[in-house]
């Protein structure tokens, strides 16, 4: 069965950073593509980043760009999402996806429960 888990979140001064995780099981990380979405209230859904083993491409929204790492440790089957310089705006509910694609998709059916980053002084 396929499962997300993500975990790492927490509350966080501004400029400061976090590591969020997001352990697979189901699906070997390696082989198929994985999605960090967040979505604050009032906002819709926006995908922070995606990585892709398989064609090597990585994507960054422009605001993440510069400040966000994605990463993937094949070994523990897990995902990685280092944010540094965090600003209050990254606060959000953040989710790891996949649809089960080599490359990054335009769908993703399967998602994690979420975790909470709040930045905030």
């Known amino acids: 069965q396929v499962q997300l888990v993500e975990s790492g979140g927490g509350l966080v001064q501004p400029g400061g950073s976090l590591r969020l995780s997001c352990a697979a099981s189901?699906?070997?990380?390696?082989?198929?593509?994985i999605g960090w979405f967040r979505q604050a209230p009032g906002k819709e859904r926006e995908r922070v980043s995606c990585i892709s083993r398989r064609d090597g491409t990585i994507y960054y929204a422009d605001s993440a760009k510069g400040r966000f790492t994605i990463s993937r440790d094949n070994a523990k089957n897990t995902v990685y999402l280092q944010m540094n310089s965090l600003k209050p705006e990254d606060t959000a509910v953040y989710y790891c996806a996949t649809g089960l694609s080599s490359i990054c998709p335009l769908q993703y059916d399967y998602w994690g429960q979420g975790t909470q980053v709040t930045v905030s002084s």
């Open positions: 189901g699906f070997p990380v390696d082989s198929y593509a």
